[in-house]
């Protein structure tokens, strides 16, 4: 399967169902960390949960909905980036990520979301790309920033966990920001 040098003895491939066992691996590592930021469903306890979020993933990147991509860092898994919504009709798609604590501070979230947007924007004609998370996620806003995403508005109170509601926040870049930015950045 292809693979995406992202520097630092990193690169990223698509993560897919034969890939259950390192993921569940890399989740034991993960687990408590991601737990408070992402979906729910997401945060799987054993292999079985680990194989059927791939299975859902793998089914959905089937349909064009969605993509699950894994970062390799020196031979391990240590996170990913995704497209968790992927709607090539309306040319909009939404991105989301997430490390185990050893791989944060690499910038590989941040290179591996600009391969996707690249991708997205110059190969699938996406027209606006998306992220949401909690409004008190600040390491997470910071790589929307890094994108060049603009931080559009705050969802009050919509994002339960932990017995708390908390405020959620969307940022997006558009097609035509991508490319200015990518041609200015030479
Ligand atoms: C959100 C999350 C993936 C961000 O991880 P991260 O390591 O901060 O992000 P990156 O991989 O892009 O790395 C950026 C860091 O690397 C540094 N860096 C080093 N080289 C870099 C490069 N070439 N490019 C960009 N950043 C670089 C940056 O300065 C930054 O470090 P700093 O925060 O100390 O300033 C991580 O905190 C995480 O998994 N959190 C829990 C799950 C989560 O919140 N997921 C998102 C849900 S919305």
Known sequence: ???????????????????AEEFAAHLDRAREHIRPWVGASFVTDDLDGARATLRRYAERRAEDSAGLHGIWLDGTLVGGVMFVEFHAALGVCELGCWLEPAAEGHGLVTRGCHTLLDWAFTVRGMHRAEWRCRSDNERSAAVARRLGMTREGVQRQSWPSGGVRHDKELWAVLAPEWRAARASAG
């Open 1 to 19: 399967m292809f693979s995406v040098p992202l520097g630092d003895d990193a690169e990223l491939r698509p993560l897919e169902v034969w890939h």
